[in-house]
């Protein structure tokens, strides 16, 4: 009689399933043994088994759901059949968590409400194994095994994931959570889920993304799509392409996760409020960058301001983002 099976991983804690031993006892034919005693043990990792049925069914399939230990490891398991006995292992993964005030938008890492077809960072523990960032134009759902999710009781949508880390998730929110007033979002790692943390909708969670957290420099290109630096700064009275996250809704919106279309541009429908060096700036283009998915992008005049590092601000439907920095000459 030979004896085979298999057994899963899962993450670990209190009453934490680990998946089930499934095993198949044969002759020497191949045929199944049926009605075969079964006795299951735990042999390491500080888990339990719980047996689903005290002999072999008419298949000579035997098996057990596991409980793993409380801690991340191995956990060890045997199952014997008459007088054969087999190991199976699971590996238990420490179950994600996100650090509380741990969600915040991804262009200042203020702590807005979330708003549809931007992108946040999530922040907390556990939340991957292995750091990885998409290559496609378009966001894939799972990134590494590691997906999000976004839950109330009107809508259930997954993100699409830009970003994973252990520490780190960066993810774009669900379009379909507009209109919405929570959402409950939960990272998960294969089919293990860590807990749901409930966190306020809004329409906007206007801010720059910035080329440096340190000096708070606006992502920019000139009229020739050269990035804007202290050593290329912008001229007054040209175009500047500024780069944002947050700005809401847009007409021709696609679908979570696509890039913008290039034909019928995605243009916000609020037109947002800049000032660069305490002055408005003409907006010439506020929408989605064709080709990308979730980056606004804006287009504006620079105003007869100073010259150096000037504060840029924006707004929109009654609220303002941080002030970044562009240099301006």
Known sequence: ISIAGNGDDGTVGQQSSGGFIIFQT???YGV???NLPVTFAVAGGGGSLQPIGATTNSYGIGAAAMI?????????????AG???ASFQATGIAQPSITPNGIVNAANYALQPLAPGSYISIYGSNLAQA?????????PLALNQVTVSFDNPNVSVPGRVVFVSPGQVNVQVPWELQGQETAQIKVSFGDSSGAVYTWPIGTYAPAFFELSPAT????ALDEGNNVVTDSNPVVRGH???????GLGPVSNQPAS????????????TTTPVVTIGGANAEVKFSGLTPGNAGLYQINAVVPQTGTGSQPVTISIGGVAGTTSFLAVR
């Open 26 to 28: 044969l002759d020497q």
């Open 32 to 34: 199944p043994v049926a």
């Open 68 to 80: 793993l230990g409380p801690n991340p490891g191995t956990n060890t398991y045997t199952a014997t």
């Open 83 to 85: 007088s054969l006995t």
């Open 131 to 139: 750091t990885g960032s998409y290559s496609t134009t378009f966001l």
């Open 216 to 219: 708070h420099a606006a992502a």
């Open 239 to 245: 175009v500047v392409q500024l780069f944002a996250n």
């Open 257 to 268: 996760g696509n890039p913008a279309p290039g034909g019928t541009l995605a243009e916000t």
